[in-house]
């Protein structure tokens, strides 16, 4: 690294026209891989066969400090629609967690739908819970929720048609869609509102692009459906990664399994304020380098595709987080600075293309999959969007951070009881949060 900063000390001018010049081509490359996203990523959609017997579905929940909305969950796993006899679920309680485990206690539930509690242990993170649960799953197939989701009831049975109809055997998850509803009353309109689009883009546009083009993706911490063979064979989450999600998907294409995407959605509601968001999106790009780290040791397991997906997912997602706020900072000061003596900001034609086709991209990913997930997105929403992208950094920063000093400390979100706006718990999949009808987090990011 000392020899790296040395020579860039000493570069020439003209070798750092030629950095410039390749940094910049390599930000249009970005920019036309968003665009063919947009192009390919309309989900299918899925018939739902009616088999004469529906394989066994195991649903997890792990929860830790969520005595405030386990009565909520419990009432929505409730309402999904899937035999009962042919489903088995469990609430993963902390064994010190009394408060959580009493409030489920304290709620009626259908008799398939159990409290477990994981034994004491380290690391105390999610993953370690579900792995813990595993072993006690009696499922061919289990999905993952998380203690504020609003899954549709159509879920499983759509992701287990797809399983039966998956000739070649090789499909080992499906992740379903995951969309933000604000609350009712919500006091942070600004990061609901983004936090949402940003969500539409992902997941209505990004994930269902990569599975069109058959490259593997880091998988949503939630909704995701799994062959139980396949989990326990590659051995399941990794208890120590903060981002489980993001690095089973590609741990999945390294032992030769296919990933897709599904169609009904489960609805969240978002973080909140900064005070919640920042430590939620400080632990997903710590994770995301943790799962940078684990999967770049060996290059050759994932393959040309993989790396290729690797790449433009969770590296151009770190590296546009890093770069959001110091190149907002940079296009602004160029901006006051020249105005301030009279004259008109100097700028190279790739640098002006970079910025105003990254945001035209960032941009359109979101209208788009806003309109598909019926969230929405207008033209204030899209002048406010760069203060939000630079907050990333803020996030990128304090996640490095973190990882040299706590690199495994799990920051937890509070979730808060829900008031919805708009759509009853049943209809998820025909309301959106806004009485919108509705269409079809996190890893690539916009790009800056």
Not at 17 to 30: I, K
Request: hydrophobic share 45%.
């Amino acid at each position: 690294m000392a020899g790296g900063v040395w020579i860039l000390g000493h570069a020439s001018a003209e070798t750092w026209r030629g950095l410039t010049a390749a940094t910049g081509l390599g930000f249009l490359f970005v920019v036309a891989w968003r665009c063919l996203l947009i192009v390919v990523g309309r989900r299918k959609a899925t018939e739902i066969a009616s088999p004469d017997l529906w394989p066994r579905y195991t649903i997890l929940a792990a929860l830790h400090d969520e005595a405030e909305v386990v009565g909520q969950l419990i009432q929505r796993l409730s309402a999904i629609d899937y035999p009962a006899d042919r489903l088995q679920g469990m609430l993963v309680l902390e064994a010190h967690d009394h408060a959580t485990r009493e409030a489920a206690l304290a709620v009626a539930r259908p008799v398939w739908l159990e409290v477990f509690d994981a034994p004491p242990g380290k690391p105390g993170t999610k993953p370690r819970a579900l792995n813990c649960a595993l072993p006690h799953a009696t499922g061919d197939l289990l999905t993952v929720y998380d203690a504020e989701d609003a899954p549709d009831p159509g879920q499983l049975k759509e992701a287990a048609s797809r399983f039966l109809a998956d000739a070649g055997g090789q499909l080992a998850c499906l992740q379903a869609p995951l969309r933000i509803r604000p609350a009712r009353g919500s006091r942070t309109p600004f990061i609901d509102r983004q936090f949402a689009a940003e969500y539409a883009s992902l997941f209505e546009i990004a994930l269902p692009g990569l599975t069109q083009m058959g490259l593997p993706f880091p998988l949503g911490g939630t909704s995701n459906h799994f062959r139980v063979d396949v989990l326990r064979a590659i051995g399941a989450w990794d208890s120590w990664n903060v981002t489980e999600d993001a690095d089973l998907g590609f741990r999945l294409w390294r032992n030769g399994w296919r990933m897709g995407v599904i169609s009904r959605p489960t609805w969240e509601t978002p973080p909140g304020d900064l005070h919640d968001w920042l430590p939620q999106r400080t632990r997903w790009l710590k994770g995301y380098m943790q799962t940078w780290g684990v999967h770049t040791r060996d290059l050759l397991g994932l393959g040309p595709r993989g790396l290729f997906a690797l790449i433009m997912t969770l590296g151009v997602g770190l590296a546009s987080a890093a770069l959001y706020g110091p190149t907002l900072c940079w296009v602004l000061a160029s901006v006051l600075v020249a105005g301030a003596a009279g004259l008109w900001p100097e700028t190279s034609s790739l640098a002006l293309s970079v910025l105003v086709l990254g945001a035209a991209a960032a941009w359109l990913s979101c209208i788009l999959g806003a309109r598909r997930a019926g969230v929405p997105y207008g033209p204030w929403d899209m002048i406010a969007a760069p203060a939000y992208w630079s907050l990333l950094s803020l996030a990128f920063t304090q996640a490095l951070w973190r990882l040299v000093v706590e690199p495994f400390a799990w920051d937890k979100t509070r979730h808060r009881r829900e008031v919805p706006a708009g759509a009853d718990h049943g209809a998820l999949d025909e309301t959106g949060p806004h009485g919108l009808s509705a269409g079809h987090v996190p890893a690539p990011e916009p790009v800056a």
